[in-house]
């Protein structure tokens, strides 16, 4: 089966740098992807790997291991609207070429003054 | 905005009643999924279509049901519902398999 875990919680401060991890354990790999999403509201897109690396936007950072089965996002300069769920997702990598996404629980962040 | 509506916002309604929830995907796309959320849960996947057809699925009872019709709007269909299916019920579109989703504002629904 597929497993992904991550944080239930996390609290930082504002202006700092917060990493929040994310492992899987999947048969195969077709991409990771990292969405945020304020209460009540839809997820929106953050970022998206497929090869080891770092890829950076912004604040925002993601990092992949295939290897080690683990991603992990990287916020910088954090601001009170930062204060959301950040959720991991795999691709499923099961036969047939799907967009099916596979989600962990989410880690939900607060950002305090 | 991501560009995906779904309608109604919210939903109230009795247990064993049957309703149906629409989405239009964004101009373009022409993949469709479901997702359920429930507090418990998180997000679930039910269901995708692509161009009109079934691509994949995933744990989605029995009594719910899905389409995609030729102007890639997507409904799905809940029957007989149940307590248990209270939930927020999100629709994404990608313009290709693999690609990002794109979310849709969802529809709340609450079975009394």
Redesign the interface.
Known sequence: GQNIDQPTEMTATEGAIVQINCTYQTSGF??L?W?QQHA??????LS?NVLDGLEEKGRFSSFLSRSKGYSYLLLKELQMKDSASY?C?V??PGG???????????TTLQVKP | D?G?TQTPKHLITATGQRVTLRCSPRSGDL?V?W?QQSLDQ????LI?YYNGEE??K?NILERFSAQQFPDLHSELNLSSLELGDSA?Y?CAS?V???????????TRLTVL
Do not use: C, H, W
Not at chain 2, 42 to 45: A, D, R, T, V, Y
């Open positions: 077709n991409g992807f969405y009540g509201e839809a997820p929106t897109f998206y959720l997702a691709r499923d047939g070429n799907t967009g099916k996404l596979i989600f962990g629980q989410g | 991501s995906v993949s999924y997702y998180g997000l679930q996947f995708q691509r994949a995933g927020l999100f990608s290709a398999l693999g690609k990002e989703q794109f979310f849709g504002p969802g």
